[in-house]
């Protein structure tokens, strides 16, 4: 499979831990993005980059999220002290420079905070 | 401050009939995209259609057709002899240059047999 694949599917936790999402783009794709989505609800931009610098990060993400692209290919979101609120749809998708807003998305890791 | 608005957020139709999802959208930029995504049921968000700012064409893709419209900042979709395989939620999402994607609420599609 030569989609982008991100990991895990499903988390579940509990509220204050930590929780981290591992996205795996097409591999010669050099952006990756990050969006967030809860039910009824279009896609929220969170972040995203151009190989591996962070171009732009939104000013909804609190500091408790973070996001890295260490080699420029996978990518890693990170929650800290998960609220209930934080419980969404984190989707990943990635595209070729070149080809702007033509994105290919992950099937999504779905996160509930009990 | 960009915003994309789809104010339609249900709509059913017969098989066969036709539909158009109506997206209207805002920014100050002079260069712009304007995208729809389809999410089945299934999930993943798929990619359907971008138009640039400088390109008001419109565009025909088999059963599916986009009205681009500076004048109203409208860029509605239009599926012809609708099939059930149609039901989905499309969304609209519009970019700057620097390719931060903003998304509609969507329109959830049924498409009733």
């Known amino acids: 499979d030569t989609g982008v694949s991100q990991n895990p599917r499903h988390k579940i936790t509990k509220r204050g831990q930590n929780v981290t999402f591992r996205c795996d783009p097409i591999s010669e794709h050099n952006r990756l993005y990050w969006y967030r989505q809860t039910l009824g609800q279009g896609p929220e931009f969170l972040t995203y980059f151009q190989n591996e610098a962070q171009l732009e990060k939104s000013r909804l993400l609190s500091d408790r999220f973070s996001a890295e692209r260490p080699k420029g290919s996978f990518s890693t979101l990170e929650i800290q002290r998960t609220e209930q609120g934080d419980s969404a749809m984190y989707l990943c998708?990635?595209?070729?420079?070149?080809?702007?807003?033509?994105?290919?998305f992950g099937e999504g890791s779905r996160l509930t905070v009990l | 401050a960009q915003k994309v608005t789809q104010a339609q957020t249900e709509i059913s139709v017969v098989e066969k009939e036709d539909v158009t999802l109506d997206c209207v959208y805002e920014?100050?930029?002079?260069?712009?995209?304007l995208f729809w995504y389809k999410q089945p049921p299934s999930g993943e968000l798929v990619f359907l259609i971008r138009r640039n700012s400088f390109d008001e064409q419109n565009e025909i893709s088999g059963r599916y057709s986009w009205n681009f419209q500076k004048s109203t900042s409208s860029f509605n979709f239009t599926i012809t002899a609708s099939q059930v395989v149609d039901s989905a939620v499309y969304f609209c999402a519009l970019s700057n240059r620097d390719d931060k994607i903003i998304f509609g609420k969507g329109t959830r599609l049924h498409i009733l047999p």
């Open positions: 998708a990635s595209s070729l420079g070149r080809r702007t807003g033509e994105l290919f």
């Open positions: 920014t100050r930029d002079t260069t712009y995209y």
